[in-house]
């Protein structure tokens, strides 16, 4: 079993193609069906199959041996990662699974700080959904995430926490109101954003008792925006995603005030490379535990 077959086969797993896997790699596709054949004979196991609808898959085995495989590549990295920081360099790669809101407003001045302090320093993005960056982190395909609670037994760094607004069109009855109670959103239409907001409001309402009417639901905070611009319902949406509004839209604060918290997350805090530490020290320099963002 030899670095260059690991390689191969993470990078088949994470294409589902033989072919794209190989031209990544500078290998023929022979060689890359040779490779493969014998890793599987070493291993005395199945770690692809073809599908007639899903085309390329992982075996059981192979989903399992793919996140070994993961690891054993970041210990290659790691190694080189200590070598260099002997040297005097910073060297690494860094992959991190960030949501739509957080990648506009936090991550370029991550990024630049970063860059301006250890230029050899490497970036690979992953955006989705906080439930796919969970499951990320979880798969060892990302080595850093942010998400919001719950953390679901990930090691956690708090970032920070910022205010959850109520949205809406200035024609709506409560557009008098200086705050909102959440009891004044009883049965009102909401509007959802998904992809971390959806559960973390759930639980609010389901909390105070009160009867939560989901009209629509939406990835993009935008759409929700201009959902409530044409008038078709409410949202509770965080800071973040507010710094632009569309003609007509208001917000108010909720009383009380509501929070939402976002943390920065790992498979395990323990066994994070130089890399990662250097980009954990930065990220929590510019942005102190649970500071409310301004």
């Known amino acids: 079993m030899t670095n260059c077959q690991i390689q191969l086969f993470v990078r088949i797993a994470e294409t589902g193609s033989f072919t794209k896997a190989g031209q990544e790699l500078n290998m023929t596709q022979p060689a890359v069906s040779r490779a493969v054949s014998a890793l599987e004979a070493e291993l005395d196991v199945t770690l692809f199959i073809r599908d007639r609808k899903k085309g390329l898959v992982l075996t059981d085995i192979g989903k399992r041996i793919l996140i070994l495989f993961r690891n054993i590549l970041k210990e290659f990295e790691n190694v080189q990662q200590e070598v260099a920081a002997e040297k005097g360099l910073e060297v690494g790669i860094i992959r991190i699974g960030i949501f739509p809101t957080a990648s506009a407003v936090i991550l370029p001045k991550i990024i630049r700080v970063i860059q301006e302090r ?81 559960t973390f409001i759930f639980e609010l309402f389901e909390k105070a008792n009160i009867t939560l009417n989901v009209k629509y639901a939406f990835q993009n905070v935008d759409i929700v925006l201009y959902m409530i611009h044409e008038g078709l319902g409410l949202a509770i949406l965080p800071k973040l995603s507010l710094s632009t509004l569309p003609p007509n839209v208001i917000t108010r604060s909720l009383d009380p005030l509501l929070f939402r918290e976002i943390n920065l997350a790992a498979s395990s805090l323990n066994e994070s490379s130089i890399a990662v530490n250097l980009f954990i020290k930065t990220i929590t320099d510019l942005f102190p535990h649970t500071r409310e963002i301004q």
């Open 118 to 198: 250890y230029p050899n320093l490497k970036f690979i993005l992953h955006e989705g959904t906080i439930i796919q960056i969970k499951e990320w982190l979880v798969s060892r395909i990302i080595d850093l995430g942010l998400i919001i609670p719950p953390n679901d037994g990930l090691d956690i760094i708090p970032l920070y926490k910022e205010e959850m607004f109520v949205v809406f069109r200035d024609d709506h009855p409560l557009h008098s109101r200086s705050t909102i109670q959440l009891q004044d959103l009883d049965n009102e239409p909401m509007i959802f954003c998904k992809g971390g907001y959806d």
